[in-house]
């Protein structure tokens, strides 16, 4: 009888092994599964005095990724058309392999990476009480100047996220988006600004968000890494305007300085609406002089955050600033998987 209990026992513990192993393993699959199809970088090239550089080719630029050097497939200047480089081969049988666009298909290159859409995210809570008025002109204004953006999303927060206009081509119903806003709650910054950068990752071509802030967050329950992890992982640069009451939060001050940084944005601090206006038009050249590239990745083994660098070669190279993202992780599945924090950010769980 003894050793029938021993023999029944060891059964169950080895069919509990298989299935946690089993468990471990799916979870592990859906952890890192990993599809790179095509990653696109933006990229302002500065000299010493801040001026920003033309006319540079795509041979002027050497990237690697995980020190693995990477071959350009498309690139682009300003607002400029979209030139389709030599694509190796192993990534045309590989990504047509895949069932995804093939690198011949007109809808890959040519209209994939065609364009700009804009998502401006503008603070509505209650830190917005001063200068609220001088803040929507700002952003009418850089709406009206925006010539060479396909299209643009006006977005608004305070406790929730209210896609106030969607994106669009129509100047005019973003402007209403803008007029129509008034202040309210408490600001839940970080879980709105995920919220705009899952939005603005469905849409193919070059994207950005624009943030608009006039105080810290103080009711946020998603932390401010996983925001710029995520935007670094879709490549999406990300902009901020704040004013001198969040510069006097020296927490919130790092933090969007961290954040525009490591996305390939900027970052303001403006002590007056003139300084709004100032940024949004440094804003808007910003965006006209950025180098838009993409390469299909190498193989890589490595299924976490793969650090990216560009740099300039040739001659005066070592005279010129180069911003853009640091890198990227192939599979945030954090933001899907896990069950999010609050009502807001369970609008994650459904898309």
């Not at 005019?172 to 950068?197: E, F, H, Q």
Request: aromatic letters at 10%; hydrophobic letters at 40%; a neutral charge.
């Amino acid at each position: 009888m003894t050793n029938r209990l021993v023999l029944g026992f060891a059964l169950f513990l080895a069919v509990l092994c298989v299935c946690v192993t089993r468990m471990t393993a799916q979870q592990d699959g859906t952890r890192f599964r990993v599809t790179v199809d095509l990653v696109q970088l933006n990229v302002a090239v500065t000299d010493n005095k801040g001026n920003y550089v033309t006319g540079l080719k795509p041979h002027d630029f050497v990237i690697n990724e995980d020190g693995i050097n990477e071959k350009l497939a498309t690139f682009e200047e300003g607002s400029g058309p979209t030139r389709r480089l030599d694509i190796p081969e192993e990534a045309a049988a590989t990504h047509g392999a895949q069932g995804s666009l093939a690198p011949d298909s007109p809808e890959t290159l040519g209209s994939l990476l065609a364009g700009s859409n804009v998502f401006i995210l503008f603070d509505t809570s209650n830190y917005m009480y001063r200068g609220f008025v001088f803040a929507q002109d700002a952003i009418a204004d850089f709406v009206r100047s925006l010539e060479t953006a396909d299209k643009i999303a006006f977005y608004s927060y305070s406790r929730d996220l209210s896609r106030s206009a969607p994106l669009t081509p129509d100047r005019s119903a973003v402007v209403r988006g803008v007029r129509t806003t008034v202040a309210g709650d408490d600001a839940a910054l970080y879980n709105s600004l995920l919220l705009t950068i899952k939005d603005a990752s469905q849409y193919q071509g070059r994207k950005v968000v624009v943030v608009f802030s006039n105080g810290p967050d103080n009711s946020s329950m998603v932390p401010p890494e996983d925001v710029a992890e995520l935007a670094q992982s879709v490549g999406i640069p990300i902009y901020m305007i704040s004013t001198r009451e969040a510069r006097l939060e020296p927490v919130s001050t790092v933090v969007f300085e961290r954040m525009s940084a490591a996305t390939g944005g900027k970052a303001y601090f403006a002590n007056s609406w003139r300084d709004e206006k100032r940024a949004f038009a440094s804003i808007r050249d910003d965006l006209a002089h950025l180098y838009s590239f993409s390469y299909y990745p190498q193989p890589n083994p490595n299924r976490g955050w793969r650090a990216i660098s560009v740099r300039l070669v040739g001659e005066g190279a070592k005279k010129y600033h180069v911003r853009t993202r640091n890198g990227y992780r192939p599979a945030p599945n954090r933001f899907i998987n896990e069950p999010a924090p609050t009502s807001t950010v369970s609008e994650l769980m459904s898309k």
